[in-house]
């Protein structure tokens, strides 16, 4: 259900299929990341729980990445400053969008979890106006349940256990 929406309507359907128009903007350790961008909302993707053994999974996106914060869903380590998150639970394959203080929204967004990990988000809502130039992503592969290390992400990282300001990709907003 989308909030306060006008005329535009989004540009994907959010099944837990992933959408062909996606960009791959990112790989590493079995992990990949998409994205596009239509003006208004952004739609971002990556393998489903299912793709990976026992591995919770984060789609971190950061306007700033500076400084570092808690890993999200009380994991451990940390991750480069998150505005928003989209996790998905192995345990029971529960997804949702969350943000920086891990409250679930539900106002302009969209999730669902099958074969990807599919999230869709009104910007404006969440980032404001006028929007920044671009935005910074990564996904995480977190060992379940709370306290799991980073077993997996994109971009591919350090090894070092967190997801750096480095380990993020940057998304230009263009329409």
């Known amino acids: 259900v989308w909030i306060g929406e006008e005329s535009s309507s989004p540009s994907h359907t959010i099944d837990g299929a992933l959408d062909t128009t996606a960009t791959l903007i990112a790989e590493g350790d079995g992990i990949h990341l998409y994205a596009e961008w239509d003006g208004t909302y952004l739609y971002v993707a990556a393998e489903g729980v299912g793709a990976t053994s026992s591995l919770d999974h984060s789609i971190l996106l950061g306007v700033e990445l500076a400084p570092s914060a808690s890993a999200p869903w009380a994991k451990a380590g ?3 400053s998150r505005k ?4 998905n639970e192995d345990s029971n394959n529960w997804c949702g969008w969350f943000n920086e203080s891990e409250g679930v929204v539900t106002g302009d ?3 669902a979890s099958g074969a990807y990990l599919e999230g869709l988000v009104k910007l404006e ?3 404001g106006s006028p929007l920044p130039a671009g935005v910074y992503l990564a996904v995480g592969g977190y060992d379940s349940p709370d306290g799991g290390s980073l077993a997996a992400q994109a971009p591919a990282g350090n090894d070092d256990g967190n997801v750096d300001a480095a380990e993020y990709v940057y998304f230009p907003l263009t329409a």
Request: charged share 0%.
């Open 125 to 127: 809502t969440y980032l």
């Open 84 to 87: 928003l998150f989209l996790g």
């Open 78 to 80: 940390t991750v480069a």
């Open 109 to 111: 967004v969209q999730s």
